[in-house]
């Protein structure tokens, strides 16, 4: 089980993580506080759902990337709220233990494949490293 | 236990959340799909480690708004890498069940009273509102 320190303030905490993957081990849990790697991407071609679909399929498959605890494939949803950058084409939402397994990440076979694969889709990428704080 | 809805490709997914705050069911789980509501808040003193806490000190009230299923609160993790945007004072990372809970969340008194006792202490912030695509 998760240490009380994953907890915020009142907020529920994460209890633990069930494996997929055949790579992982059966029933991992998340270290007290994760890493959080938040990626959103600009498409070539955003009208273009085969341009999608494709990102998309190279997300699933760096999904397996040995590093990541938990990911999360997502879409926009729009909003008219001016606040809301709701023009990104995907966004791309990973769990990592720490700052070590995020570099471990970006080098990983797995993931230099997906950029080999994939970042001609692509003309713009954003991302948000994140520590949690202390609960 | 969360539906195979929730798994990623070969990714592993939340198997559960454990609920911590006294206004929350025991055990929710998560919902096959989660929204993601992610906002980066730059202050308007980011050198201020006073400001910060502030914040900090707020979200983790407003981490007890009943629409939350969980809520991470995170500072950036520097890096050289161009893509990074590490330029962010704090980052408020919320999974909702679906786009209608981040509706009443907006509205919910919790996040009202958030908004008017923190709202003075930023200078820009940024939403990315996120649907799981489906696994």
Same mark, same amino acid.
């Given at each position: 089980?998760?240490?009380?320190?994953?907890?915020?303030?009142?907020?529920?905490?994460?209890?633990?993580?069930?494996?997929?993957?055949?790579?992982?081990?059966?029933?991992?849990?998340?270290?007290?506080?994760?890493?959080?790697?938040?990626?959103?991407?600009?498409?070539?071609?955003?009208?273009?759902?085969? @341009?999608r679909e494709a990102?998309?399929?190279?997300?699933?498959?760096?999904?397996?990337?040995?590093?990541?605890?938990?990911?999360?494939?997502?879409?926009?949803?729009?909003?008219?709220?001016?606040?809301?950058?709701?023009?990104?084409?995907?966004?791309?939402?990973?769990?990592?233990?720490?700052? @070590?397994?995020?570099?471990?990440?970006?080098?990983?076979?797995?993931?230099?494949?997906?950029?080999?694969?994939?970042?001609?889709?692509?003309?713009?990428?954003?991302?948000?490293?994140?520590?949690?704080?202390?609960?």
């Open positions: 089980m998760v240490s009380r320190r994953t907890m915020i303030g009142g907020a529920a905490g994460l209890a633990g993580v069930a494996a997929a993957g055949a790579a992982r081990a059966e029933t991992p849990t998340l270290p007290g506080r994760v890493f959080v790697h938040h990626v959103y991407f600009w498409l070539k071609a955003p009208e273009d759902p085969q @341009a990102l998309i399929g190279g997300l699933r498959k760096l999904a397996a990337a040995p590093d990541i605890l938990w990911s999360h494939i997502g879409l926009p949803a729009e909003s008219e709220r001016g606040v809301v950058d709701d023009s990104y084409s995907v966004s791309w939402l990973v769990f990592l233990a720490d700052k @070590a397994a995020e570099e471990r990440y970006q080098v990983d076979p797995i993931h230099l494949k997906f950029v080999e694969e994939c970042s001609a889709l692509w003309e713009r990428v954003v991302v948000y490293d994140t520590q949690q704080v202390e609960g």
